[in-house]
């Protein structure tokens, strides 16, 4: 590897605080979670010992209040800390954007006594989470899912499966979206399920290109019966939640984005500052060096991209237009830049002795999760032309 060592992104921060948030991230990356991505991602180990200890850290509900355990933080600061934690290993970084998703609709429209009860433990207390919205067939499209709550006295009974859910079968709870009344968006209702309830098991992992540390896997509920103390908000608003749910979780993925995007051109850089050809470093070359320049620019576009949608949304504004945009343009720079830091490393780029080649695999699924690029498109549009004539 070169000895040019990455330079750390300079940051605005808002606050001192915030500035010794970046710094405790920056100390756990490089001590606990950097130096054994490379190897766990190859073994498909799930590192839910850094996640215990993010949770320890405080880093695991960094945007809720603290009054639940949580840690008062901006979104501004909270997706710096994601950008971060991506950088070093896509699937820390990813696994905390994810269970900031799932714990956004009780942290929303749960109850006071619902929030009481389930979120100090859910934001501070070791606990991980998932978030099963889509199916095998209800992906895009997902106000067609099919997985049915059915009212049983004072209890609800979950049968169906959910598809594609980060941290399945390790999670200890799960926001799930059910159907509990007629067709469409209207009929779907959202519960909080122990992740040990009867009749909740976990499919095999799916066998990914990247990502391989972070189990993505089926849930099957046959019968899952909760209390509807459970249910969280009211019967049909479930799409609702799950919509703003995915606005910020969109953010997330574009903070994510920006990391591995930022770990693949300080990699690109620092090959390139240290590999000699006709008696000097490629750096030297114009075409590399325009290359690099491009990479850059792409990176600190989406970052400012994403904040500004982040500032929108600590204001209390409108912001899910600017989520879409940033979700669609810092996942498609990365597949961008990582696949231009594969060519600057050349061979070499094609190997795993350098990471390159590992992210370039990993940016490719944030094209796709919480909505794929083309989805993106289609909400950027219908701010823009209004909804599609039918």
């Given at each position: 590897?070169?000895?040019?060592?990455?330079?750390?992104?300079?940051?605005?921060?808002?606050?001192?605080?915030?500035?010794?948030?970046?710094?405790?991230?920056?100390?756990?990356?490089?001590?606990?979670?950097a130096p054994r991505a490379a190897e766990e991602e190859e073994a498909g180990h799930f590192p839910r010992e850094v996640?215990?200890?993010?949770?320890?850290?405080?880093?695991?509900?960094?945007?809720?209040?603290?009054?639940?355990?949580?840690?008062?933080?901006?979104?501004?600061?909270?997706?710096?800390?994601?950008?971060?934690?991506?950088?070093?290993?896509?699937?820390?970084?990813?696994?905390?954007?994810?269970?900031?998703?799932?714990?956004?609709?009780?942290?929303?429209?749960?109850?006071?006594?619902?929030?009481?009860?389930?979120?100090?433990?859910?934001?501070?207390?070791?606990?991980?989470?998932?978030?099963?919205?889509?199916?095998?067939?209800?992906?895009?499209?997902?106000?067609?899912?099919?997985?049915?709550?059915?009212?049983?006295?004072?209890?609800?009974?979950?049968?169906?499966?959910?598809?594609?859910?980060?941290?399945?079968?390790?999670?200890?709870?799960?926001?799930?979206?059910?159907?509990?009344?007629?067709?469409?968006?209207?009929?779907?209702?959202?519960f909080l399920v122990p992740g040990d309830a009867p009749g909740l098991t976990a499919a095999l992992p799916e066998k990914?290109?990247?990502?391989?540390?972070?189990?993505?896997?089926?849930?099957?509920?046959?019968?899952?019966?909760?209390?509807?103390?459970?249910?969280?908000?009211?019967?049909?608003?479930?799409?609702?939640?799950?919509?703003?749910?995915?606005?910020?979780?969109?953010?997330?993925?574009?903070?994510?984005?920006?990391?591995?995007?930022?770990?693949?051109?300080?990699?690109?850089?620092?090959?390139?500052?240290?590999?000699?050809?006709?008696?000097?470093?490629?750096?030297?070359?114009?075409?590399?060096?325009?290359?690099?320049?491009?990479?850059?620019?792409?990176?600190?576009?989406?970052?400012?991209?994403?904040?500004?949608?982040?500032?929108?949304?600590?204001?209390?504004?409108?912001?899910?237009?600017?989520?879409?945009?940033?979700?669609?343009?810092?996942?498609?720079?990365?597949?961008?830049?990582?696949?231009?830091?594969?060519?600057?490393?050349?061979?070499?780029?094609?190997?795993?002795?350098?990471?390159?080649?590992?992210?370039?695999?990993?940016?490719?699924?944030?094209?796709?999760?919480?909505?794929?690029?083309?989805?993106?498109?289609?909400?950027?549009?219908?701010?823009?032309?209004?909804?599609?004539?039918?």
């Amino acid at each position: 590897m070169p000895d040019r060592a990455p330079q750390p992104v300079d940051r605005q921060l808002p606050t001192e605080e915030a500035r010794d948030l970046i710094a405790l991230v920056r100390d756990i990356a490089e001590r606990e979670i950097a130096p054994r991505a490379a190897e766990e991602e190859e073994a498909g180990h799930f590192p839910r010992e850094v996640f215990r200890l993010l949770s320890e850290s405080g880093l695991l509900g960094l945007p809720y209040a603290s009054e639940y355990g949580g840690g008062d933080q901006p979104y501004e600061v909270y997706l710096q800390v994601l950008e971060e934690l991506a950088a070093a290993r896509l699937t820390v970084g990813l696994g905390v954007s994810v269970h900031s998703l799932a714990c956004h609709a009780l942290a929303g429209y749960g109850t006071k006594e619902q929030r009481a009860e389930h979120l100090p433990a859910m934001l501070g207390g070791g606990l991980l989470g998932a978030y099963c919205l889509s199916e095998p067939a209800s992906g895009s499209d997902a106000a067609s899912l099919r997985t049915k709550a059915v009212r049983d006295g004072d209890d609800w009974v979950i049968t169906g499966t959910k598809a594609w859910i980060t941290h399945g079968g390790v999670a200890d709870f799960c926001t799930v979206l059910a159907r509990t009344g007629g067709e469409g968006a209207r009929g779907i209702t959202a519960f909080l399920v122990p992740g040990d309830a009867p009749g909740l098991t976990a499919a095999l992992p799916e066998k990914k290109m990247g990502m391989k540390g972070s189990p993505t896997a089926q849930l099957h509920f046959d019968g899952v019966r909760i209390p509807d103390s459970r249910r969280i908000g009211d019967e049909g608003q479930g799409f609702a939640i799950a919509l703003s749910a995915l606005d910020s979780g969109r953010l997330g993925i574009a903070a994510c984005a920006i990391g591995v995007a930022q770990a693949a051109l300080d990699a690109a850089v620092g090959y390139a500052t240290d590999r000699k050809q006709f008696g000097r470093p490629i750096a030297d070359f114009q075409g590399l060096r325009f290359m690099l320049a491009d990479m850059a620019t792409r990176i600190e576009a989406g970052r400012a991209l994403y904040l500004a949608a982040a500032r929108l949304r600590d204001a209390g504004r409108p912001f899910s237009r600017q989520a879409a945009m940033a979700k669609l343009f810092c996942t498609d720079a990365a597949m961008s830049v990582t696949t231009d830091a594969v060519q600057v490393l050349g061979g070499y780029g094609y190997t795993q002795d350098f990471p390159v080649e590992r992210y370039m695999r990993e940016a490719k699924v944030l094209q796709i999760v919480e909505g794929t690029n083309q989805i993106q498109r289609m909400v950027i549009a219908r701010h823009l032309a209004g909804p599609e004539t039918r």
